[in-house]
């Protein structure tokens, strides 16, 4: 899914895809391996902001549509939490993945010299609470 701004200025895009196999199922190189179950996972692979609007502020926004369009497209959404990651090294900011941050995604880790962050779920996000996302500040 893909969504842009009137003005062409910012972009958001999302993703469901299927992942490989986890390490030491023998499901590599087109063996069978030990087990059937394939793994996916919905991610936020883009978004750009060349806008004078916050960036936070179009992200909440955009997931509020993506979460909207994608029940209404698909019935439903994906069991997978909304995830992103952000490469430090790919990006000028002194504080990478603010934005994503302050439009309320959390369980900020980092893997490999890249940052992972988890989406609000769809209650916290419209309604403003639920049990498994930390409180908006």
Request: with cysteine; proline share 7%; glycine share 8%.
């Amino acid at each position: 899914m893909v969504l842009i701004t009137e003005g062409l200025d910012a972009v958001w895009a999302v993703v469901r895809q299927r992942t490989p196999h986890r390490m030491g199922t023998g499901c590599s190189r087109g063996r069978k391996g030990t087990t059937d179950e394939s793994r996916y996972v919905w991610r936020n692979m883009l978004f750009r902001n060349l806008s004078p609007h916050l960036s936070s502020d179009l992200i909440r926004s955009a997931l509020i549509a993506t979460y909207i369009e994608w029940s209404r497209k698909y019935g439903s959404l994906p069991e997978e939490r909304l995830r992103t990651e952000v490469d430090p090294k790919k990006i000028r900011s002194t504080n990478p993945g603010c934005c994503y941050l302050k439009a309320g995604f959390h369980n900020r880790r980092k893997v490999r010299g890249k940052i992972y962050m988890d989406a609000p779920c769809p209650n916290n996000i419209m309604f403003g609470n639920c049990e498994c996302c930390p409180p908006r500040k």
